[in-house]
Antibody
Framework: EVQLLESGGGLVQPGESLRLSCAAA????????MNWVRQAPGKGLEWVSG????????NYADSAKGRFTISRDNSKNTVYLQMNSLTNEDTAVYYC??????WGQGTLVTVSS | QSALTQPRSVSGSPGQSVTISCTGT?????????VSWYQQHPGKAPKVMIY???KRPSGVPDRFSGSKSDNTASLAISGLQAEDEADYYC??????????FGGGTKLTVL
């Protein structure tokens, strides 16, 4: 059974940084493009960023470009999302996910002064 | 990239069937067989109901089925039950390590 476990969320002030982690188990991790998806309160699902299996290819939603950095460590079966210059609009539950329907339980990020 | 297009709401009576459509382009839905559907109840994490267009994870009732034609994917739910009332989202791989989601459809069981 595939398991994705996110961690690293919390309460931060505007302008601060946060690093999310997602530990994967039960899948050939390096074969999967990994993604971060978020859901703001009362809103729909929004893709944030993706990284190819090798880590050589990354992509970002316009809302994340220049502020967020996705990375992965295939030796640890873990994908990361470094989030800088956070704003209130980044408040959301952040999930890691694959295109094949593997999905974590999410970690809550709250940006508030 | 633009979001996939889903109806805002659909409804049906218990026992009936409903279909939720998800329209994209040849760069996402039409270009890859990586369409997935998620069910989300209030306050809960999304739950995958269909992946790879038409595959059901273990534990998902066979009342749920997925299909795709050209740039439109569909989720069909037969024998509607009260617990099916939820928000449903479609998702497609869109190349270059990107995903695109639909805006969500609220299913009401009358």
């Amino acid at each position: 059974e595939v398991q994705l476990l996110e961690s690293g969320g919390g309460l931060v002030q505007p302008g601060e940084s946060l690093r999310l982690s997602c530990a994967a188990a039960g899948l050939t991790f390096s074969s999967y493009t990994m993604n971060w998806v978020r859901q703001a309160p009362g809103k729909g699902l929004e893709w944030v960023s993706g990284i190819s299996g090798s880590g050589g290819g990354t992509n970002y939603a316009d809302s994340a470009k220049g502020r967020f950095t996705i990375s992965r460590d295939n030796s640890k079966n873990t994908v990361y999302l470094q989030m800088n210059s956070l704003t209130n609009e980044d408040t959301a539950v952040y999930y890691c996910a694959t295109a094949r329907g593997h999905w974590g339980q999410g970690t809550l990020v709250t940006v508030s002064s | 990239q633009s979001a996939l297009t889903q109806p805002r709401s659909v409804s049906g009576s218990p026992g009936q069937s409903v279909t939720i459509s998800c329209t994209g382009t040849s760069s996402d839905v039409g270009g890859y067989n990586y369409v997935s559907w998620y069910q989300q109840h209030p306050g809960k994490a999304p739950k995958v109901m269909i992946y790879d267009v038409n595959k059901r994870p273990s534990g998902v009732p066979d009342r749920f089925s997925g299909s795709k034609s050209d740039n439109t994917a569909s989720l069909a739910i037969s024998g509607l039950q009260a617990e099916d009332e939820a928000d449903y989202y479609c998702c497609s791989y869109a190349g270059s390590s990107t995903l695109v989601f639909g805006g969500g459809t609220k299913l009401t069981v009358l």
